[in-house]
T-cell receptor, first 115, second 114 residues
Framework: GAGVSQTPSNKVTEKGKYVELRCDPISGHTALYWYRQSLGQGPEFLIYFQGTGAADDSGLPNDRFFAVRPEGSVSTLKIQRTERGDSAVYLC?????????????FGPGTRLTVL | AQKITQTQPGMFVQEKEAVTLDCTYDTSDQSYGLFWYKQPSSGEMIFLIYQGSYDEQNATEGRYSLNFQKARKSANLVISASQLGDSAMYFCAMSHSGNTPLVFGKGTRLSVIA
């Protein structure tokens, strides 16, 4: 079956611009996560959805970052007024809600470069 | 708050030898999960192995095993019979039980030498 997909794979933008990053999770997975991975670091949590609602958005660095998942499947991470420090790989993961733990399946990521 | 520490920025191992990647964690939770992921140069995160805090036996998945020492708060990954394709970044991570976000360490870059 299809894994988690993310588009675009690469995005180059200019400082101050608005960008949208898309994540298509594995079909049937109710939980969806966004992480950000800077060079030489491990992924850092941004936001987590359970169905359509954001269950935890404590990792969003500031109000320029926003994410939606209107139908409980595809999610879009939106970044306003981009800054050079936003350059990173944005990873999306999904998992099935059941059992004592839930393996998170990751997408290939979107590499964002802010010039 | 949960925290993962990986103290080995890089490791080298000879092909066919075993290697241990260190991971220590800090949490006040009684119930938690520990994970190891592999990230090749292609960038995707590949799940390797999971250990629950209440699991009494160490987890094993093929050539991967997790040396879980709860009192020492360590969850080291052991890779047996290393292969050239094992060269990658390895991340230790933890979560509360159930569907919760992962907290990752900084990773260890493993290089397997022929």
């Amino acid at each position: 079956g299809a894994g988690v997909s993310q588009t675009p794979s690469n995005k180059v933008t200019e400082k101050g611009k608005y960008v949208e990053l898309r994540c298509d999770p594995i079909s049937g997975h109710t939980a969806l996560y966004w992480y950000r991975q800077s060079l030489g670091q491990g992924p850092e949590f941004l936001i987590y959805f359970q169905g359509t609602g954001a269950a935890d958005d404590s990792g969003l660095p500031n109000d320029r970052f926003f994410a939606v998942r209107p139908e409980g499947s595809v999610s879009t991470l939106k970044i306003q007024r981009t800054e050079r420090g936003d350059s990173a790989v944005y990873l999306c993961a999904s998992s099935f809600d059941g059992g004592s733990y839930n393996e998170q399946f990751f997408g290939p990521g979107t590499r964002l470069t802010v010039l | 708050a949960q925290k993962i520490t990986q103290t080995q920025p890089g490791m080298f191992v000879q092909e066919k030898e075993a290697v241990t990647l260190d991971c220590t964690y800090d949490t006040s939770d009684q119930s938690y999960g520990l994970f190891w992921y592999k990230q090749p140069s292609s960038g995707e995160m590949i799940f390797l192995i999971y250990q629950g805090s209440y699991d009494e036996q160490n987890a094993t998945e093929g050539r991967y095993s997790l040396n879980f020492q709860k009192a020492r708060k360590s969850a080291n990954l052991v890779i047996s019979a290393s292969q050239l394709g094992d060269s990658a970044m390895y991340f230790c991570a933890m979560s509360h039980s159930g569907n919760t976000p992962l907290v990752f360490g900084k990773g260890t870059r493993l290089s397997v030498i022929a």
